[in-house]
């Protein structure tokens, strides 16, 4: 038995078991949302920056010319999958920041050109990524930097 000024403070079995569940959860909750909140907003914030195009030139240049047009604008070229130097073959989905992911559909507001990247290949960086449309996905290709055109896109 139990006195009735003990009553309210009283939980037996199931009760308790709900109770401290309940409250474990919360603490859990309470401790984690700062950290899903805050990886949330992260990735908005990443997308809002990385989604952003600075400028496009209305003709191809070189790729020295490229990089010099892009800082002259404030931005710089996109990188694929956010490597600077790489010869690998990148698959589908990987990101091109700026414009989307290669397979994802080009972007509405670039013409159907290739674009000079800042993502290189080849020990002396004689090749460089392009982006290109590829009947209205993003592909990606490596030409060699000698003598070869491209449209610019700069992002930031």
């Known amino acids: 038995m139990h006195s009735s000024a003990l009553t309210p403070f009283y939980l037996r079995g199931r009760r308790l078991k709900c109770?401290?569940?309940?409250?474990v959860f919360t603490i859990i909750f309470a401790l984690a949302l700062?950290?899903?909140?805050?990886a949330f907003l992260d990735t908005i914030k990443d997308a809002l920056k990385i989604t952003r195009i600075i400028a496009v030139s209305e003709s191809g240049m070189t790729w020295d010319?490229?990089?010099?047009?892009?800082?002259?604008?404030?931005?710089?070229?996109?990188?694929?999958g956010g490597e600077n130097?790489?010869?690998?073959?990148?698959?589908?989905?990987?990101?091109?920041?700026?414009?989307?992911?290669?397979?994802?559909?080009?972007?509405?507001?670039?013409?159907?050109?290739?674009y000079w990247t800042a993502t290189h290949c080849g020990g002396n960086k004689e090749y460089s990524w392009f982006i290109?449309?590829?009947?209205?996905?993003i592909a990606a290709n490596y030409y060699t930097k000698n003598g070869s055109y491209g449209r610019v896109v700069c992002v930031p």
């Open 85 to 114: 130097h790489t010869c690998k073959h990148f698959p589908s989905g990987t990101a091109i920041d700026g414009l989307g992911t290669i397979g994802g559909r080009w972007p509405a507001n670039l013409p159907s050109d290739p």
């Open 19 to 23: 109770l401290v569940r309940l409250l």
């Open 34 to 38: 700062p950290a899903v909140a805050d």
């Open 65 to 80: 010319e490229a990089i010099s047009f892009c800082q002259q604008k404030g931005g710089r070229l996109p990188l694929v």
């Open 132 to 137: 290109t449309d590829n009947g209205g996905n």
